[in-house]
């Protein structure tokens, strides 16, 4: 138990030395605000900070409250996360907050079940909101910390989530201050207890790591066997009219990019889908194909095609829609590329009022 102190003073000790100013982290009269931090946590699950940190204060300001983003239309949600992928999770945080807002008066609860209750939330960020706001002695788990605490006890093999959330308790219920040791151990992941050339020079926990001590602490955890991803073929067609605009169309609710907007894209499983047909599936004046590439997601392989039309018509669901209109739209990462591809970027679109 002595040790079980200690490591997480240090670990406390550190964090408050060497936090990142984020802009999730800001206090007012020294506590977090529950709802800022709620968005945070959603927004970062499987994302960088990097991304994160582009989108999070537009986000804010566009809906500072819970009671501001459950009133909010899904297309001005989905539009302020563009460009942060995995969109469900924008739905699931819009519906979280309306859950608040009918059943907790406006408040994030403070309560575990009551947080795990909430659409999109699971044991880590109810864990992180419960810890981190409210200073309660609960664990928290994400990869960082599941590499943390395998390198820490010397726990060879794949990553052992079960393992680690019972580690994580148990330091979490010893810990002075939860808040600063739970964030702590994630930052120290995050920055020192890298996956690649740790800096175990720079980590408080060098001289109770049994990884560092038996020089292994690059072999540990063993990396998971990766899942080959399915191939997707995409063909896209940008099409502008006289005035500037895009032709663009609504994908499905479910799936993937669910309920996004495009240009017009026909995806098939076994090939790309060829000119010709391209040109009897919308009819136009002329069609040439401008660039190709490669989009990864977390199980896909979509490969692009992107060919530029003249003479299209809307219709069928397709609908001309300025550039500064689909800026504000959410739009997957993928389209992006492909408008890029001919000279369409939409964040300079809503900059110059184009």
Same mark, same amino acid.
């Given at each position: 138990?002595?040790?079980?102190r ?11 030395l060497? /936090? ?6 800001r206090?007012?009269r020294?506590?977090?605000?529950p ?5 945070? +946590? ?6 960088? *900070?990097?991304?994160?940190? +582009? ?7 566009r ?6 983003l459950?009133?909010?239309p ?5 539009g302020?996360?563009?460009?942060l ?8 945080l819009q519906a979280a ?6 059943d907790?008066?406006?408040?994030v609860?403070?309560d ?15 864990? /992180?909101i ?9 664990p928290?788990v ?12 010397g726990?060879?093999?794949?990553p052992?989530?079960a ?6 308790? +148990?330091l ?5 201050t ?5 964030e702590?151990?994630?930052?120290l ?10 800096r ?11 990884? =560092? ?7 540990i ?6 899942s080959?991803r399915?191939? %997707? =073929? ?5 099409a ?7 032709? *663009? ?10 309920g996004?907007w ?14 010709? +047909? ?5 009819p136009?004046?002329?069609?040439g194909?401008?660039?190709a ?6 199980h ?5 095609v ?5 003479g ?12 500064r209109?689909?800026?504000? %739209? ?7 590329? *492909?408008?890029?591809?001919v000279?369409i970027? %939409?964040d300079?679109?809503v900059?110059s009022g184009?």
């Amino acid at each position: 138990m002595a040790s079980n102190r200690k490591i997480t003073s240090l670990v406390a000790d550190w964090f408050g030395l060497h /936090a990142r100013a984020l802009p999730w982290r800001r206090t007012v009269r020294g506590r977090r605000d529950p709802y800022v931090s709620l968005v945070s +946590e959603i927004m970062l699950q499987q994302t960088q *900070v990097s991304r994160v940190l +582009e989108r999070f204060d537009g986000f804010i300001d566009r809906f500072p409250t819970a009671q501001a983003l459950a009133d909010a239309p899904e297309e001005a949600v989905l539009g302020a996360w563009s460009g942060l992928g995995y969109y469900r999770r924008a739905r699931s945080l819009q519906a979280a907050a309306r859950v608040i807002c009918e059943d907790h008066g406006g408040r994030v609860p403070r309560d575990l079940d009551d947080l795990i209750a909430l659409p999109g939330v699971g044991r880590y960020t109810a864990g /992180a909101i419960c810890s981190i706001v409210f200073g309660q002695p609960v664990p928290i788990v994400d990869g960082n910390v599941v590499r943390v605490l395998a390198r820490l006890d010397g726990i060879d093999g794949p990553p052992d989530h079960a393992r680690s959330w019972a580690r994580a308790d +148990e330091l979490a219920q010893q810990a002075k201050t939860p808040a600063l040791f739970n964030e702590g151990l994630m930052e120290l992941g995050a920055t020192v207890c890298t996956p690649r050339n740790p800096r175990c020079g720079d980590c408080p926990l060098k001289t109770h790591c049994k990884a =560092h001590a038996a020089c292994t602490q690059e072999q540990i955890p063993s990396p998971k066997p990766k899942s080959k991803r399915q191939v %997707l =073929h995409a063909s896209s067609m940008v099409a502008i009219d006289g005035r500037g605009r895009v032709l *663009v169309e609504q994908r499905p609710a479910d799936g993937l990019w669910g309920g996004l907007w495009q240009v017009p894209t026909v995806e098939r499983a076994s090939k790309a889908v060829g000119l010709r +047909e391209l040109r009897d599936l919308f009819p136009c004046r002329s069609i040439g194909r401008v660039s190709a590439f490669r989009f990864d997601t977390t199980h896909r392989e979509v490969r692009f095609v992107v060919y530029k039309a003249i003479g299209v018509r809307a219709g069928g669901g397709r609908q001309w829609m300025t550039r500064r209109g689909l800026s504000q %739209l959410g739009v997957s990462n993928a389209q992006r590329r *492909v408008l890029d591809a001919v000279g369409i970027e %939409l964040d300079s679109c809503v900059r110059s009022g184009t």
